[in-house]
């Protein structure tokens, strides 16, 4: 089974099995492919992408704000036999509720609080031992905020990577727009995050949605700013090793995603 | 504490009690039902200014949310797109939606049949593609029902059959009709069968689409949330034994809810 290589950062993309042709006559283009759902069972070409690519674990494991089940952890362990995954993501995120009466079916951050805090750093310690493999950890934006914080995202983050020994997945669209939606350029909201953590860097696009009236992630190609923040980032975290265009949906297109590989690989002067 | 963030800090409050992680669930509720959110949000530690951008991001919630499950779950008919100029997911950005996303508890039972409906209204008047074409659209609709409603099932004293489960009878074999479609192959009149497919899905999310028959589809009828399996084994004249286990495997694949043990 192929492996990201050491010393190297590798270039990818998310699976998206309804370019499984395209992605695997993709040549040395692209280092890896990220998993975001389990193959289906009639996927015919998922076991040539895994004889190709390696594959690193990306799946919804479950929130790690609450203790996973039994049949979650054991879901966990299943995913990274079959993935052989060099690190294992999960997301800081809790959208559904305990009772799971209600889901946001997205992503949502925390509170910033001591107890959210414990909560994620039990959790993860659980995922992590039941997998076996080291746990990288994605930073989730807010698009408002609530009067209870005790800390900020940035310490939040910290002080859980400090305590557990984890690694950081930087999702740089989130950042992107964490700062922009308080006020502030993005390498100014990152001034206090732990850099030195980041393992795994996510870029993407952004685009305006009517909702919001405002930007929010979408799945296409990264556009400079992304993309500058990435080396900015790069410069300073001297234990990445992968980063991934992060896209994943049945309308994506073989251009958009060979287009954002080739844009991310010259943006790291890799072409 | 850190500073450098002021306009999304600020101090808990002293005086409330609750949990951080019931506080959290309860901005997950407002979130997800659009009535709460009309209410008030003074029970939230919320400015009417972040108020505001959580009203527009739980309708974004809301869109994003069915514009996926639409895509998900009516793909087949998707392929005809081309031909047909439509697809199911247009109907979250036509007008209707917007009056939807006033009311809608996203994730609910009642929602996804109303945005069923409406996509399957927006896929029907078109040029056919083929006669099985309406059945096709009324496949598609008890599918989504599945992928949209994410609501948990409630403890019970007796079987019932799960909040979305739902049995369809077709005139053409479907199962076959969807294997075609995807190998663009022809679909002839050798397709014409009637079969009863039931649509289920999992606590976990799994969706299941089964063929049912003989004492399945019988005991499955008869678990109507107001019978026990005595008298569900003495409706359908059968072993009281058939019928456990067959409600046992119709549970394990969510289309019914048990009692626990």
Known sequence: MPSILEGRISIGAFYNPHLAGELLRAGDLIGHLAMADPPASDDAAFPYIRDRFPLLLHDYLGQLSDPLSPHALDRARQLQDLYRSPWVAEHFQCLHTQDHERTLDYVFPPLYTEEFLQRFEANARVLRDTVGAPLVMENIPGFFSLEHAQMSEAEFLRRFFDDTGCGFLLDLPHVWLAAHYSGIGAQEYLKDFPLEKVVELHVAGVELDRDLEGPWIAPTAPPGDILDLALWVAERAPKLRAVTFDAFSPSLTEETVLRSVVATRRAFGLN | ?261
């Open chain 2, 1 to 261: 504490m850190t500073t450098n963030y002021a306009p999304l800090l600020t101090m808990p409050k002293p005086e409330s009690s609750k949990s951080d992680r019931d506080l959290q669930d309860e901005v997950i509720r407002y979130l997800a039902d659009a009535r709460a959110r009309k209410k008030s949000s003074a029970e939230l530690p919320l400015s009417p200014e972040q108020a505001q951008k959580a009203e527009k991001f739980g309708r974004f919630l809301a869109r994003r949310y069915y514009r996926d499950r639409l895509a998900r779950s009516f793909r087949y008919s998707r392929m005809f797109s081309s031909a047909i100029g439509r697809t199911a997911e247009q109907v979250v950005d036509g007008e209707f939606f917007q009056d939807f996303l006033n009311e809608c508890v996203m994730g609910s039972l009642e929602a996804a049949q109303r945005v069923g409906q409406m996509a399957v209204m927006h896929m029907s008047n078109v040029l056919e593609p083929g006669v099985w074409w309406e059945e096709l659209l009324a496949y598609e609709q008890a599918f989504f029902l599945q992928a949209a409603t994410a609501e948990a099932e409630s403890r019970t004293d007796i079987p019932r059959r799960g909040r979305s489960a739902v049995s369809c009878a077709f005139r053409w074999n479907l199962p076959e009709i969807l294997t075609r479609l995807k190998s663009a192959q022809n679909i002839g009149n050798d397709l014409k069968k009637d079969v009863l497919l039931l649509f289920s899905r999992t606590a976990g999310g799994n969706i299941y689409v089964v063929e049912m028959e003989g004492s399945s589809e019988l005991i499955w009828r008869h678990t109507d949330g107001a019978r026990n399996v005595d008298q569900i084994a003495s409706a359908v004249s059968l072993p009281v034994k058939t019928v456990q286990d067959t409600l046992q495997a119709l549970s394990q694949i969510g289309a019914v809810v048990l009692p626990p043990r």
